[in-house]
């Protein structure tokens, strides 16, 4: 299966796409021109998920799309990922974006801020799984609609719990039951880790919402994670480094470390994206997958791109309808499933039967339950510092370099100076 929406995230374009809105909503030139009397509509539609391999996917549900709307077409630009977000960027400021376009979670929360997207009206919200519709709402409104997702869940080696007598993982499973749970199963001797669960911004921002913490205040302007609630998510992930989980020593955090700890059968828990499915299904032991475990609350993280409308085409119904199908229809649906591209954001389970019956992991179901509780990443203007900060200072504290207390303190220092 191919994510486009993981843990590398795309730039996000903050404070200058604020200035790039307002400069697009005053050009007389953005977007489609509008049809001619009698003749059709042109949507354009700008994407990087469908690059690299599924660009006849997406030309698959286009013709669909104008074969049930014939007073409609659609033009598709398809941009590698790596270029799209500067070359929309550039399109918005001089006001060549198309119609509709594509946008991740991170994307979204700023071109929302700047007003370079349509609200959405007249959405069918029973279409799709609530979490996923959340996500493209701003103050209350529908800004966009979820086109694909991805999220993490708990992978474990059935095997290893199996020899050890251990209760295999479920839904119910808090922190404690976890780490009982990796205790028992960690023989250093023998190489063999209970968990692993990367100490990083990502796993931080979770953590902490499934201890019922906020990483941001309501207006973003000041840091609120240095908490009670901060400080038992940091601890939570720190203090397994070492006694169920390897270290920065033992290899942890350089590439494909986890990954391939986890297929030769030296890791019991791993934290890690359905988009390891395809990678593990030719692991020589029985393995599966759980909701990941809480703390006083569930958080899942979860990773997911949508399609908008541009505040300033000159084809907005046209547009919606477009997004509306691109997102919920059912030509879409078991197109994904068919090709393994993504996975689609509709809410009736029925339709993912294919999914659900895909093989290994058995239980699937865990991907669509994870859904029920979800966490968002913050997102601030200037995102990738903030990223990089508060994972130095917490594998600083997994090294045993600083407390978490002082590590906290820290991270909360910088991550404010950037807020301001």
Not at 16 to 25: D, E, I, S, Y
Not at 133 to 148: M, N
Not at 205 to 226: H, I, M, P, V
Not at 346 to 352: G, R
């Amino acid at each position: 299966m191919k994510i486009t929406a993981r843990r590398s995230a795309a730039p996000v374009i903050a404070g200058l796409v604020l200035a790039l809105g307002a400069c697009a909503q005053g050009s007389a030139t953005t977007g489609t021109a509008p049809a001619t009397a009698g003749g059709p509509v042109t949507v354009r539609y700008m994407n990087f998920s469908a690059n690299g391999g599924h660009e006849k996917d997406l030309d698959t549900i286009k013709a669909a799309f104008e074969k049930a709307n014939p007073t409609i077409k659609v033009q598709i630009e398809t941009t590698p990922y790596d270029a799209y977000f500067t070359k929309l960027q550039t399109a918005v400021a001089g006001g060549t974006a198309g119609d509709s376009f594509e946008l991740n979670y991170e994307n979204f929360v700023t071109y929302t801020k700047s007003g370079a997207l349509a609200e959405l009206t007249g959405v069918d919200g029973a279409a799709y799984k609530p979490s996923l519709l959340e996500a493209f709402q701003s103050d209350g409104k529908q800004y966009g609609l979820p086109e694909s997702f991805s999220n993490v869940v708990l992978f474990f080696n059935k095997d290893l719990f199996k020899a050890k007598g251990v209760a295999e993982p479920t839904a119910d499973w808090t922190w404690t039951d976890e780490q009982a749970a990796a205790a028992k199963l960690t023989d250093k001797a023998k190489g063999v880790w209970g968990d692993y669960q990367p100490i990083s911004f990502f796993e931080f921002y979770k953590t902490l919402a499934q201890s019922g913490g906020e990483f941001l205040n309501a207006d973003k302007t000041a840091s609120t994670f240095n908490s009670d609630a901060g400080k038992q998510a940091a601890t939570f992930l720190v203090a397994k480094a070492g006694k169920t989980m390897p270290t920065e020593a033992d290899g942890a955090g350089t590439p494909d470390f986890d990954s391939k700890l986890f297929k030769s059968g030296k890791l019991a828990m791993w934290h890690t994206g359905i988009w390891m499915f395809s990678g593990n299904a030719d692991a020589p032991f029985a393995w599966d997958v759980a909701v990941e475990p809480g703390n006083t609350a569930k958080a899942s993280a979860m990773f997911t791109n949508g399609a908008v409308v541009s505040a300033t085409s000159k084809n907005k119904e046209a547009a919606q309808k477009w997004v509306s199908y691109l997102t919920s229809s059912d030509v879409m649906t078991d197109l994904r499933l068919k090709t393994s591209w993504e996975l689609p954001p509709v809410a009736d389970e029925a339709k993912l039967a294919t999914y659900l019956e895909a093989g290994k992991p058995e239980n699937r179901q865990a991907v669509f339950d994870s859904l029920d509780a979800t966490v968002l990443p913050p997102v601030i203007e200037r995102q990738q510092e903030l990223q990089d900060a508060v994972t130095k200072e917490l594998t600083a504290a997994a090294a045993g370099r600083k407390t978490v207390d002082q590590a906290l303190a820290d991270a909360q220092k910088a991550v404010d100076a950037l807020l301001t």
